[in-house]
């Protein structure tokens, strides 16, 4: 099985226009090019001057080769080749502090979009939902005040309204839990979990909950949630398992969220940066919400062989 941070796999190499002087071939004519005309001009000078000792003529020979190549190969070979070094660790500076600022960016992107969810589903549950309830109970207060004579009709047509709101009161109650889990706020974490779990079919679900709702930071309770929500609706989706694991405890200074599955499993990699537009969405979301949580997220998973998900909170000496 394949073990993998998201955030530790390195993206596939970019390709970098190469200094034209930079090239190993150019390299080498030059230097050839160089070495022949200083050599030609060596030959000419010596040729004019007096008769000299062997040995002067070899020293002569190779300072002046290297007096005037030095400046050829500096400026034709070693200065451009700075110059690409230099631009390039600038450039990969720059990645760098791009990327950074789309993990915040990012990181800020799901902190509007929780909170935005949040108000709209308590403004469902606090305004449209009493509404609808008391429009329910008016109705009902009417019926037994019906004329005998229309009686059977109009009765007929009050039930077929209060089945419609109660169909409405149900379709908010869902919207609400999927637009923000109210039912964190109202009862805590573990309460939240365990409804999110119950909700789970065709499959079996073992839950271990071995934590206290204290033991779980305010501002970690709706990414946790967030983040067991998305991987078991993975689970129903792709995976095909006949048993799903749940553990969320607290070991000393860590707190551990583990989903785990039997079911077909798939390649990490694959999934995570597929040219396709589908893959691997829900995957970054819940590594990007652990990451900037100050937490550590894995996918432990192989073809056929299951799919372990683990975030791991450490909030020093416990």
Not at 98 to 123: F, G, M, P, W
Not at 164 to 179: K, V
Not at 202 to 216: I, T, Y
Not at 232 to 256: D, F, T
Request: net charge negative; proline share 6%; glycine share 6%.
């Amino acid at each position: 099985m394949s073990r993998v941070n998201p955030l530790a796999v390195n993206t596939a190499q970019r390709e970098d226009k190469r200094f034209p002087w930079a090239s190993p071939f150019r390299l080498l004519t030059t230097i050839a090019a160089a070495i022949f005309v200083v050599e030609a001009f060596n030959m000419v000078a010596l040729h004019l001057l007096p008769p000299l000792p062997l040995a002067v003529e070899v020293i002569g020979d190779a300072l002046i080769l290297i007096i005037l190549t030095f400046p050829v190969l500096y400026y034709f070979s070693y200065k451009p080749l700075l110059q690409h070094i230099e631009k390039r660790r600038a450039a990969e500076s720059a990645l760098k502090q791009s990327e950074r600022t789309l993990r915040r960016l990012s990181n800020q992107l799901l902190k509007v979009h929780d909170t935005e969810r949040h108000k709209l589903a308590v403004d469902l549950h606090n305004e449209l939902a009493p509404k609808i309830s008391a429009l329910k109970f008016k109705v009902e207060t009417v019926m037994p005040l019906v004329d005998t004579d229309q009686g059977p009709d109009f009765e007929l047509e009050c039930r077929r309204i209060l089945e419609m709101f109660q169909d409405i009161h149900a379709d908010i109650r869902s919207l609400t839990g999927n637009l923000s889990p109210l039912m964190i706020d109202e009862l805590g974490l573990l309460p939240a979990v365990e409804g999110l779990c119950d909700r789970v079919s065709d499959v079996r679900l073992q839950l271990r909950l071995a934590c206290m709702e204290d033991d779980v930071p305010a501002p970690l309770k709706i990414i946790i949630y967030r983040v067991l929500e998305e991987a078991l609706e993975n689970i129903g989706r792709h995976s095909q398992a006949k048993h799903v694991w749940v553990s969320l405890q607290r070991e000393g200074p860590q707190l551990c969220l583990q989903v785990k599955d039997d079911g077909s499993g798939f390649i990490v990699e694959d999934k995570l940066f597929a040219k396709t537009g589908e893959a691997g969405i829900g995957l970054s979301t819940m590594c990007e919400r652990v990451s900037h949580s100050g937490g550590s997220f894995e996918i432990d998973a192989a073809p056929q062989g299951g799919t372990t998900i683990s975030a791991i909170w450490n909030f020093g000496p416990g």
